[in-house]
């Protein structure tokens, strides 16, 4: 199978574009939490699209569970990926994991990537002493024995915690019925290849221009573990807009746009 069929590839906008602006998904969504952003660039880019194995339409075979048990797994698909369609320099908007794997693709083939964009990132999620990053130990426990017992109850817990916006409850209805499409044997492996992780030191290396999007109140992510993140990443720019929870694009789309609108556009 081409890894274009087993990530269920779309390219849109503009076909003969010089650049091509990628998006990468988070946890618990796929290509389409990006239908209210990319229409935004398709006259200027060649957009791709694609879902995380694992996630919306991509290959159910695809997922092997020794392959994703770190976010590493998810960066060489995307490598591969950016292979398969022979693209390089291309512009990167990554969510959450699709931005931690994004850096880690970046890192490991610097020549694929011209810039990125990450929402709502984090180098780790675990408190540590001198470390903030959102979760306890105890708190992860929890969340994994959730998960375990039932994987609906919890998606009805968390979305709105993750999504904010409680006077929107749309937005974390849809968020949940999201979750409960992830397959029941990969949820678990999948966040805990999320919330297990440790690229404090790997994100070090990494030598694009980045831009970090963060909202005022995000619950999966304290403004603590972004700011740690720019301070890692050499040269990279902290941008907080005003919007919450964890998943602006989907929420407050118009803002995300205005945010990324003079650095995916910026030339290089």
């Not at 964009?117 to 984090?122: E, L, Q, V, Y």
């Amino acid at each position: 199978m081409e890894v274009r069929d087993k990530h269920h590839v779309h390219i849109v906008g503009r076909a003969g574009a010089a650049r091509s602006l990628v998006f990468a998904h988070g946890f618990g969504t796929d290509q389409r939490a990006w239908d209210t952003i990319w229409p935004a660039f398709a006259d200027e880019f060649r957009i791709v699209l694609y879902d995380h194995v694992g996630a919306g339409r991509s290959d159910p075979a695809a997922f092997e569970q020794h392959r994703y048990l770190t976010m590493d797994g998810y960066a060489r698909d995307l490598n591969m990926l950016l292979d398969e369609l022979a693209l390089k320099d291309v512009v990167l908007v990554g969510h959450s994991m699709g931005a931690t794997a994004s850096m880690l693709a970046a890192i490991a083939r610097p020549e694929q990537f011209a810039r990125l964009a990450c929402i709502g990132a984090s180098a780790r999620y675990l408190d540590e002493p001198g470390y903030h990053g959102g979760f306890s130990e105890a708190d992860l426990n929890a969340l994994y024995r959730a998960v375990t017992i039932g994987r609906d109850a919890w998606a009805e817990q968390f979305a709105p915690v993750a999504m904010g916006n409680r006077d929107r409850p749309e937005l974390a209805e849809h968020f949940a019925r999201a979750i409960k499409s992830v397959p029941a044997d990969a949820i678990l492996t999948v966040l805990c290849s999320i919330f297990q992780c440790d690229y404090r030191q790997t994100l070090q290396r990494l030598q694009r221009p980045t831009l970090l999007l963060q909202t005022r109140a995000d619950a999966a992510v304290p403004l603590e573990a972004a700011e740690f993140l720019h301070r890692t990443i050499a040269g990279s720019t902290l941008r907080v807009i005003d919007a919450e929870g964890h998943l602006p694009h989907m929420s407050a789309p118009e803002r995300v746009i205005e945010a990324l609108q003079d650095f995916v556009r910026a030339p290089g």
